[in-house]
């Protein structure tokens, strides 16, 4: 996708810095049991990139040394790492709000018919994608038989007291478009899914974050191959709004690979954009893990492409919903 960001030749991206580092984001491995379409970091069952022991060394020395407040574990299904639940268990451990994004449908699949009660034990925030309360919609976009299978899982972790008033296991559910198209606004899809939910199925959640679609990987492909790229970038464009520089992820998140690198965010991780290195390594090829232990990032500049108008579009977007909703 490197070759089709620079198609609209327009004034870039505006520069922007790093404030304090508060998350860690990382991307444990690229296996999922799903391939949905607007995936944008083309995870599938046949994916086999995780996380290696020396990376996960790591990221244990940088949890117990460094003031980050939030480790949020994303992949692929992160739960298919064949150690994220010990990653889970040092975390909150350490005091750590640990969020996992779930797919739901894992909560289904052999071999993790606990992992539903091991999330609600450790006091794991769950963030499930489900792009519709529709069930053509969402198997039309994440595969025939899903939807089904994210109700059962949904009505599983509500049982467990996920999104239920007073249990302190939070529970939100993410949307993201399924075409060429912003998100609408968020607060009045969220009252839309609680009704439809609670009436249809008995759900209950705490709140929708809606994701504008990266024109990355296996998106921008389908855009690409529909003739839409190039108007999709307009829409971002002509949908850019200033005020939402000052809340974009890649201030406050550090984005981490399977084998340790960073990225400002996990959209540059997946175009192969990485982190710019702060002073004190220049003359490495890339920043890594191991470089938290001693290195502060503020003040640092952000590496920013095209695809980072999809972040500043209406009423913005980030990994935790939109921006100004």
């Known amino acids: 996708m490197h070759a089709m960001l620079p198609l609209l030749d327009q004034l870039a991206f505006p520069a922007i810095r790093r404030g304090v580092l508060e998350a860690l984001q990382i991307n444990l491995t690229y296996r999922c049991n799903q391939r949905c379409l607007h995936c944008h970091v083309n995870a599938g069952p046949t994916r ?31 739960e298919m790492h064949p150690r ?69 899982g949904l009505q599983r972790l509500n049982a467990l007291g996920y999104g239920q008033a007073g249990s302190g296991l939070i529970l939100n559910l993410v949307y993201n478009p399924q075409g060429a198209s912003l998100p609408p606004p968020q607060q009045q899809l969220e009252a839309d899914y609680k009704s439809h939910l609670a009436e249809d199925f008995g759900i209950h959640f705490n709140h929708l974050l809606t994701i504008t679609n990266q024109p990355i990987a296996r998106f921008g492909s389908t855009l690409v191959s529909k003739g839409q790229f190039n108007a999709y970038m307009q829409l971002l464009r002509d949908s850019y709004r200033a005020e939402n520089l000052a809340g974009v992820m890649c201030r406050s998140l550090v984005s981490v690979d399977w084998q340790g690198y960073l990225y400002d965010c996990d959209f540059n991780q997946m175009l192969d954009l990485p982190l710019e290195l702060p002073t004190q390594l220049i003359g490495r090829q890339r920043a890594h893990l191991r470089d938290l232990l001693g290195t502060t990032l503020e003040g640092d500049p952000i590496v ?3 695809h980072c108008f999809a972040c500043t579009a209406g009423q913005g977007s980030s990994c935790g919903g939109a921006l100004n909703s």
Do not use: W
């Open 304 to 306: 920013t492409r095209d």
């Open 48 to 78: 086999s990139e995780a996380m290696t022991d020396e990376s996960l060394a790591l990221l244990h020395q940088v949890i117990d040394a460094h003031p980050v407040h939030t480790l949020d574990l994303t992949g692929g299904a992160p």
């Open 84 to 152: 994220f639940r010990e990653i889970v268990v040092h975390a909150r451990r350490e005091g750590l709000r640990v969020i996992d994004r779930c797919n739901l449908t894992i909560l289904s699949e052999p071999g993790y018919e606990d992992l539903a009660e091991f999330l609600a034990e450790q006091g794991v925030e769950v963030t499930a994608s489900l792009p519709c309360y529709s069930r053509d919609n969402v198997d039309k976009q994440r595969g025939e038989g899903v939807f089904d299978a994210s109700i059962l």
